[in-house]
């Protein structure tokens, strides 16, 4: 080949202009080439399954990170599930996701290889405080039943905080609550959630309120004391969460003066700090639930007292009147003192009969308003339990095991009926048995992997 062929076909091939689906896709060809099939290993992060069943996920070390996807076949193969934070070998192919030209790893299975290092350092501190009585419950406090103030320490941009402010108006609207901003996320995390705690300690004997302290109620007159202390966040990974496993932070709730309800992540994430508060919440509305009993059960209470007082009332006045019915007879008619002791008992027993009266007309009036309250508070109840009735149908309509069942899966057990879930329960020659959507057929193992 001579010099100047060469140079064309090297000019050639420098100034193809690619089209961008058709570059991913030679890259993709590439990769396919190159690599696969691949395993690798690494820690979990940020995994979430669609309502189609496919997974997504990172896979990350200290050096990289990789984004990953389980489609439903290989998902349904699983044998664990998945954690933030786990350590994992994921074997699949190497491609690219043409339509944003990102390198994935496509999942065909994975198993544990350990629980990760972000974990690791979680029951490391977890052991270390349990063994120094930080979750010890004999230190745990029970909660107010009325706070006069309700601190919550907790980003100002966050979720959580308007479904904590929100769930405290809708159930005690008289309660002020006093918001402690911090960053829940992040390197400076840590140490802003140690100096709004312990801004809010000072309110709890001095009511009065610091620079990084806001103050949610009305803003009339010096802020209130605190009785309990709502720590809130929303959920997210473990590098999201990961600020509220801090020691120095757990030593900091573990100090304080008032009970803390911890509200971190959703229900199934768990850090140091729910551990060494008071009282652990599943959710950030229900950590504010937690210290908010509704009006409607204080009104109840009203009521009752109400009652017992009126009745308390009557058995006073016929005390009093055996009384002056006693004293009259002793006296006799013919003496001018027993005429002016009756005077004076009878004005008396006027003025206590009057006195009873307006007092019993008072509490009527408090009844009354009530009463005319209660329907109102009693409907709106109802319906709240009917929603979560339905709701809880519905959910106990999709855990039906013959809806699985119709997608194609089948039940395995032995002649014994015990279920099958391993091929390490099961031996060439032997019989199974197999339910399926519309009934049952006995198998011949054959062969086995």
Avoid at 83 to 104: F, I, M, N, T
Avoid at 165 to 189: D, K, N, T
Avoid at 393 to 418: E, F, I, N
Wanted: net charge positive; proline share 5%.
């Amino acid at each position: 080949m001579s010099a100047s062929t060469a140079e064309g076909g090297q000019l050639g091939v420098i100034g193809r202009v690619w089209e961008v689906g058709a570059l991913c896709h030679a890259i993709g060809d590439a990769l396919e080439a190159r690599f696969n099939p691949v395993t690798v290993r690494g820690e979990i992060s940020g995994f979430s399954r669609a309502t189609s069943g496919h997974c997504y996920f990172s896979l990350k070390d200290t050096s990289g990170q990789l984004r990953c996807a389980m489609f439903r076949r290989a998902a349904g193969l699983l044998t664990f599930s998945p954690r933030d934070g786990e350590l994992v070998e994921l074997r699949g192919r190497l491609g690219v996701y043409e339509p944003r030209g990102e390198l994935q790893l496509v999942v065909e299975s994975m198993s544990r290889a350990g629980q990760g290092a972000w974990y690791e350092q979680f029951l490391k501190l977890r052991v270390r405080l349990e063994a120094e009585g930080l979750f010890d419950a004999g230190r745990k406090r029970p909660l107010p039943l009325m706070p006069r103030g309700i601190g919550v320490v907790t980003s100002l941009g966050a979720a959580a905080l308007h479904d904590v402010v929100s769930a405290l108006q809708r159930r005690v609207p008289h309660i002020p609550v006093v918001v402690a901003p911090a960053s829940v996320q992040g390197a400076s995390a840590p140490a802003e959630l140690m100096a709004a705690l312990n801004s809010l300690y000072r309110l709890t004997e001095t009511g009065r309120g610091t620079s990084p302290v806001l103050s949610a109620h009305t803003g009339v007159g010096p802020t209130p004391l605190v009785d309990v202390i709502l720590l809130v966040r929303g959920g997210g990974s473990i590098e999201d969460l990961w600020s509220f496993n801090d020691e120095q932070l757990a030593r900091t709730i573990s100090r304080s003066p008032v009970p803390v309800v911890s509200g971190v992540g959703h229900e199934t994430d768990f850090s140091i700090a729910d551990f060494v508060a008071d009282l652990r919440a599943t959710t950030p509305t229900a950590a504010a639930e937690l210290v908010a009993q509704p009006r409607e059960v204080w009104q109840g209470a009203l009521t009752i007292l109400e009652r017992r007082l009126q009745a308390a009332a009557f058995r006073r006045l016929d005390v009093q009147a055996q009384r002056l019915d006693l004293t009259a007879g002793r006296l006799g008619r013919p003496s001018a003192l027993a005429a002016s002791q009756r005077l004076r008992l009878a004005s008396a027993g006027q003025r206590l009969q009057v006195f009873s009266m307006h007092f019993l007309r008072r509490k009527q009036q408090t009844l009354d308003t009530v009463q005319a309250r209660l329907p109102e508070a009693v409907r709106r109840r109802f319906d709240r339990q009917q929603d979560r009735l339905e709701r809880a149908k519905l959910r106990l309509v999709l855990l039906d095991p013959s809806l699985v069942l119709r997608r194609g899966y089948a039940w395995l057990a032995d002649t014994h009926g015990r279920t099958l879930t391993s091929v390490r329960q099961i031996a060439v020659g032997q019989t199974v048995r197999a339910t399926l959507a519309d009934g049952e057929v006995d198998l011949n193992v054959s062969n086995l992997p």
